[in-house]
Antibody, heavy 124, light 111 residues
């Protein structure tokens, strides 16, 4: 069965960086993309971007450009999300999710499996 | 802020039908398909509806989705206590080099 297992909770100081991992199993890793979504405490879902595990192409949310990097290691079927220059408003649960995408007359883009989430707390 | 607008809350008694709306624009719902996610308290979101009206395997047929123009809706018929959760609509948006946008979220309460 498809599983996405994320790394554990992190506590970071403002200005630091965090790198969250997402290990995939149960499917051919390079056949799908991985997206990252975050959720601040008590707030809604925010798309951070995604990476094609096939060719490494990325598309980041404009507000995070320059601070976020998404990578994959196909040898271990693991995706990574690094966020730099952390601020207090980066405190959130970070989720990875498997991307399904197809384009015909419209773009069909959605997440069919999600990781369990990783709490990142930014505090001095 | 979220690009797709949902009502903050909805409620019903067991067995009732509840509908949640999702309003967008021509660059997202008007051009691409809509998905819905259910988030139970303290858990990761779960795909509920994809491609406007398709249910993944395992999702009860009490849940149905529809889309018209730049709006979409999720209907829950035969409401059950375990349906109490947050619901988010989402769609690809063609603006700003492309991005995925979520709705503001709707908290469904079973009275």
């Amino acid at each position: 069965q498809v599983q996405l297992v994320q790394s554990g909770a992190e506590v970071k100081k403002p200005g630091a960086s965090v790198k969250v991992s997402c290990k995939a199993s149960g499917y051919t890793f390079t056949s799908y993309g991985i997206s990252w979504v975050r959720q601040a405490p008590g707030q809604g879902l925010e798309w951070m971007g995604w990476i094609s595990a096939y060719n490494g192409n990325t598309n980041y949310a404009q507000k995070l450009q320059g601070r976020v990097t998404m990578t994959t290691d196909t040898s271990t079927s693991t995706a990574y999300m690094e966020l730099r220059s952390l601020r207090s408003d980066d405190t959130a649960v970070y989720y990875c999710a498997r991307v399904r995408v197809s384009v015909d007359t419209a773009r069909n883009y959605y997440f069919d499996y999600w990781g369990q989430g990783t709490l990142v707390t930014v505090s001095s | 802020q979220s690009v797709l607008t949902q009502p903050p809350s909805a409620s019903g008694t067991p067995g009732q039908r509840v509908t949640i709306s999702c309003s967008g624009s021509s660059s997202n719902i008007g051009s691409n398909t809509v998905n819905w996610y259910q988030q139970l308290p303290g858990t990761a979101p779960k795909l509920l509806i994809y491609s406007n009206n398709q249910r993944p395997s395992g999702v009860p047929d009490r849940f149905s989705g529809s889309k018209s123009g730049t709006s979409a809706s999720l209907a829950i018929s035969g409401l059950q206590s375990e349906d109490e959760a947050d619901y988010y609509c989402a769609a690809w948006d063609d603006s700003l080099n492309g991005r995925y946008v979520f709705g503001t979220g709707t908290k469904v309460t079973v009275l």
